[in-house]
């Protein structure tokens, strides 16, 4: 079905039935309940809190260390998908690298894929920061990956400066 024929479908329910599709909806889907939650009470901090737990999981699991970038970086899109505020999202992305580079800290060299990810989610949030004028907010933090990533191998240090340098001189 269509956006379109949805919405044609959803305009023939009275306010009752709608209610009741979307308490349904909320009941039995994860992610609808988070959205609605967020959607009807928005507080960055808390779901960012949320959020952060699960990017430290995916690189940082319970059991053993097997990392798992695909959901970490799933993590920061279904975040962006909250549509949160510029900062809350840049934070989450700057934490996804920062993790990633205390990985390698703690279990050492991983391969060039694993850096190439976290590089351009560093690349994106540096792009971010840029766009919203947020230098001032991210600098320091921005920097600290740097320092984390100093003894990295696969050329992540320097791209990890290069872009550090590029954004804030």
Known sequence: ???????????????????????????????????????????????????????????????GIRYNLGSGKKTISDFRKLSPSPESLIDLMLYYVECGAEFTVNFGDINEK????????????????DINNLHKSFKDKAHNIVHLSENIGWGFYDAVLGLYLETFG
């Open 1 to 63: 079905m269509s956006k379109r024929d949805l919405k044609k479908e959803l305009t023939n329910f009275d306010k009752k039935k709608l209610i009741g599709l979307i308490s349904e909806l909320y009941d039995k889907n994860k992610s609808v309940k988070e959205y609605l939650d967020y959607y009807l009470k928005p507080d960055d901090s808390e779901i960012l809190k949320v959020y952060k737990v699960k990017v430290r999981e995916a690189l940082f699991p319970k059991r």
């Open 114 to 129: 694993y850096y190439i990810s976290l590089a351009r989610v560093y690349r994106d949030s540096l792009e971010l920061i």
